[in-house]
């Protein structure tokens, strides 16, 4: 089954927890000094919200996968429709460890598919992702993630 995943960039952390748990009438399942993470079922979304010093607002969309072979399948969709995706496994991003399949869209907005298989202690690690760059989850930004 699959979840849509939206990462927001937010100014103030605090606030943007207290105004998404009041939303969601739910704490969120993961809290950090610099993020905080929902997992909901109604709706079916994985919010992310970070105050990792990029611009405020909308950071990626995604979908998360509960199996590698979904993952697999969505990849190789967007690859057989001609989009440039980037893979990265066994990566460390927003205290999680997965394996992602990034795409740009027509719109110029940042799709991350992926398969979270852990926890991780740390944000995760800035890494060059090829047409992504301008500042995706553990993609350069001004001075990254």
């Given at each position: 089954m699959?979840?849509?995943?939206?990462?927001?960039?937010?100014?103030?952390?605090?606030?943007?927890?207290?105004?998404?748990?009041?939303?969601?009438d739910?704490?969120?399942?993961?809290?950090?000094?610099?993020?905080?993470?929902?997992?909901l079922?109604?709706?079916?979304?994985?919010?992310?919200?970070?105050?990792?010093?990029?611009?405020v607002?909308?950071?990626?969309?995604?979908?998360?996968v509960?199996?590698?072979?979904?993952l697999?399948?969505?990849?190789?969709?967007?690859?057989?429709?001609?989009?440039?995706?980037?893979?990265?496994e066994?990566?460390?991003?927003?205290?999680?460890n997965?394996?992602?399949?990034?795409?740009?869209d027509?719109?110029?907005v940042?799709?991350?598919?992926?398969?979270?298989?852990?926890?991780?202690?740390?944000?995760?690690?800035?890494?060059?992702?090829?047409e992504?760059?301008?500042?995706?989850?553990?993609a350069?930004?001004?001075?990254?993630?």
């Open positions: 699959k979840r849509l995943h939206l990462h927001v960039s937010v100014p103030h952390i605090e606030q943007a927890v207290a105004f998404y748990t009041t939303l969601f739910a704490p969120p399942v993961v809290i950090k000094d610099d993020y905080a993470k929902w997992m079922d109604d709706p079916r979304i994985n919010l992310a919200i970070s105050s990792r010093a990029r611009g607002g909308i950071d990626h969309v995604g979908i998360q509960d199996a590698p072979n979904e697999a399948a969505l990849a190789s969709r967007l690859k057989a429709a001609g989009n440039t995706t980037f893979d990265q066994a990566t460390t991003c927003c205290y999680a997965s394996d992602k399949s990034w795409v740009t027509t719109a110029g940042r799709w991350e598919t992926f398969f979270t298989h852990g926890e991780a202690t740390s944000y995760g690690e800035d890494e060059v992702l090829p992504l760059a301008s500042g995706a989850c553990c350069p930004k001004a001075a990254c993630c």
